[in-house]
């Protein structure tokens, strides 16, 4: 957009946005992927780039939940102030007037008294825009927009972004079955890297539900991006989508599979659960190589080689019964697991502390809206530590 080859060589601002306490855990996932310069805001960090990094992004960030780019920023000190910045830019230039719209985001400016207005005044700027050039307006459509304007306020501060992915990058197009509290795709990635798993230590799941942190550790362990099976990105939509170039980055992806590193063992005492877990990983060639098997966690197969559990137990249930699973767990890790690390992710402080065993790591997290803590515990044959956690 703007300018030569429709802005393909010119460097974005783009920003990945990501859940609360796991921005240095995507800053991570980025220097893997070989970005040197990522700067870390408050839910998002931030990068430079071009267009395939944007496209590569969106198909291999784990951990992000959105990437905008940046059209422009800057300071208001009155709402006109915003309208008219907004006016300015030429939204012809980034989509055409059959597409539908939306502009989001998130406002924390005293300037505005309602916190609505600020999208309706770049939702009037960009049909002024259309009409003015068209003498048509685009159609705005709030649940899935084809494009989505990404509108940022911090005081007098202001940010307009195109979001290049549109709906939610968690929505990875492969969990067609899921339980009742079924772990955020996004938050499942995330955790699986901060946890530290080698990605050859035995993955074990022994309250796996739908199976989404199986999956996501196999994706990353095979090299699979997490949104191969995905097919909605709002940049396709954009007037400067570049078709050969997103066919090669994809193409490009399928060829660095590798085979799984290891074991994925996955147990639910739900039938039906199991049920979804499998319906879930036929989606993937490495599917039927996950083992999943219907019984409580205490009764998972014993095996003397280093175990790496991560796991959301049930959650939320009357106190007593958090009380009472939470430390079963905690002897069953004590007394039936040789060696190995368990990672565990629980809104349950209770439960957490009927496990009775002393946490290396204490993570801070939500799972949705529900404030969650992540504890690793590491595990070894006669060096228990009964310490509270
Ligand atoms: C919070 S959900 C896990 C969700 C899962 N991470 C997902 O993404 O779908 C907890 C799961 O534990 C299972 N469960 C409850 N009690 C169990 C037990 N004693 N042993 C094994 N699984 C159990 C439930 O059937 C449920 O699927």
């Known amino acids: 957009m703007n300018g030569n080859k429709n802005g393909f060589d010119k460097e974005l601002t783009i920003t990945l946005k990501c859940f609360f306490g796991f921005e240095e855990t995507l800053k991570e996932e980025l220097v893997e992927y070989g970005y040197k310069e990522v700067e870390i805001l408050n839910r998002a960090v931030q ?23 940046e059209i422009t920023s800057f300071r208001i000190k009155s709402e006109n102030d915003l309208f008219n910045r907004a006016s300015k830019i ?73 979001n290049t992915s549109g709906n939610p990058l968690f929505q990875r197009g492969y969990r067609n079955a899921s339980g009742e509290a079924p772990i955020n795709e996004v938050v499942a990635a995330s955790l699986i890297r901060m946890s530290g798993w080698d990605r050859k230590t035995t993955l074990l799941d022994p309250f796996c539900g739908s199976g989404t942190l199986l999956i996501e550790g196999a994706l990353l362990a095979s ?19 570049d078709q050969k170039l997103w066919d090669e980055i994809y193409d490009n992806a399928t060829r660095i599979v590798r085979e799984l590193p290891c074991r994925f063992i996955g147990s639910d005492i739900s039938d039906e659960m199991v049920l979804k877990s499998r319906r879930n990983l036929r989606e993937f060639s490495f599917g039927r190589f996950i083992e999943i098997s219907g019984k409580p966690f205490n009764e998972v197969e014993k095996t003397d080689e280093p175990l790496f559990i991560i796991s959301n137990p049930p959650y939320g249930q009357r106190l007593e019964l958090d009380e009472e699973l939470y430390s079963e767990i ?17 809104s349950s402080e209770e439960g957490f502390k ?17 404030d969650c803590s992540f504890r690793s515990y590491e595990l070894f044959e006669g060096k228990r530590r009964d310490t509270i956690s």
């Open 90 to 162: 030429k939204w012809s230039e980034y989509f055409d007037v059959k597409k539908t719209f939306a502009v989001k985001g998130a406002i924390y400016s005293d300037l505005f008294t309602n916190t609505h207005y600020p999208y309706l005044l770049v939702k009037d700027a960009i049909v002024d825009h259309f009409r003015d050039l068209t003498g048509d307006r685009p159609d705005i459509e709030i649940k899935r927009p084809q494009v989505l304007i990404d509108l940022y306020i911090s005081n007098t501060e202001v940010t307009i972004s195109v």
């Open 354 to 370: 009927s496990i009775g065993l002393k946490h290396s790591k204490k993570v801070k997290v939500y799972n949705g809206n529900l």
């Open 330 to 346: 905690g002897t069953w890790l004590k007394h039936e697991i040789k060696e190995g690390t368990a990672c565990i992710i629980s």
């Open 47 to 69: 990068i430079k780039g071009k267009w395939k990094d944007v496209y590569f992004l969106n198909l291999h960030s784990r951990c992000s939940i959105a990437i905008l780019v």
């Open 223 to 241: 090299g699979i991006p997490s949104n191969i099976e995905r097919q909605h990105y709002a940049f396709k939509n954009f007037k400067n989508f």
